[in-house]
């Protein structure tokens, strides 16, 4: 299959590149598309067809289900059967932008985009291109991160050339995704709001707008095969790259101490700014140990050069689980398949 990439990095290319991915999705293809947080592969949600070429571009397991992109919420009671006043609350509070709801789905909502579950995510990304396509294609767009099934997620468009080119129809370059990791994911469904997937909406930010929330086992820990109310997608190895990653918790000397007595061919770091010059591996800074937005911007373009470079083993520098530090936690402990180590 042949790729287009579409430039929608200025306005006036970008017309052009807009309506060409809208024609495509239209007539049941399948197009990456930038969002503010990561890049998605996207499909008509309401084709079947065009959502199983999702699926087998990415190599995604069948029982992780899809994400529906909307450009108004006012489309959420086209999708949900019920929509629960914190579910507006919600929408008033974070949308458009980076938070995903989960509810009860209507009939018209394709087995294949909920992997079977009674359930859809549901989100208003707060990305111009993406909007625009949404609107311009008239449909709701399923649409996972647009990396092949496993790899760290795509932030730029050059990330989804590496994994996708040839296996989808167009790839829109709408530059760096400015916020850099998927979006919170909150179930709705449940007595009490619960936490699936942290993302740059923070627990803290859910539970000033709804009161309390709960956090599900799965994200600061394996997900549990058997608990159905976690976000299937938790339970996989994830955001990886080809790199053995060990995740290391402790203040900068320890870190440094650790990391240089494990120094030798092929080990490279992941470090906070100031720990380079310390370090005897070759190492990468995410930031200010305090920047968790820099953290979370530069996570997977960073785990990916990092492989680029010729890493084996790469220990990695975690940020506290609290704030946005819990996404970037989150996100670090499945890229290390959990190998965690507290200095
Ligand atoms: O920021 C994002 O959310 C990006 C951009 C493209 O919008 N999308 C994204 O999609 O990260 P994906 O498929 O890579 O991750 C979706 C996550 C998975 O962990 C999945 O299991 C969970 O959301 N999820 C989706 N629908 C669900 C549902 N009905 N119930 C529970 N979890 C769900
Ligand atoms: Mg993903």
Redesign the pocket.
Known sequence: MHTQILPATQAAIGETSLAEAARILKGGGIVALP?E????LAASALDERAVAKIFAAKGRPQD????V?IAQPSMLDALAREVPKSAWQLAAAFWPG?L?M?LK?KQCVPDIV??G?D???I?L?DHPVMRAVIERSQTPLA????NRSGAP?PTCANDCIEDLSGRVDAIVDGGACPVGV??T?V?LVGDTPRL??P?AVTIEDLERVLGPVELDSAVTGEADPCNEA?????KYRHYAPEATVRLLLGDSEKFCKYVNEHAGPGVMALCFMGEEQKLLPPALSLGDEQDFDTIARRLFGALRELDRKGAKTVYAHCPPPTGVGLAIYNRLIRAAAFDVITL
Request: aromatic content about 2%; proline content about 13%; charged content about 10%.
């Open positions: 969002t947080t990561v890049y998605g992780n289900p899809l994400i992109h980076p995903t989960v789905k909920s992997a579950l359930t859809v995510g989100r990304p649409a996972p991160s647009a997620s998927e979006s994911v179930s699936l997937r993302g976690s976000a299937p997608g938790m």
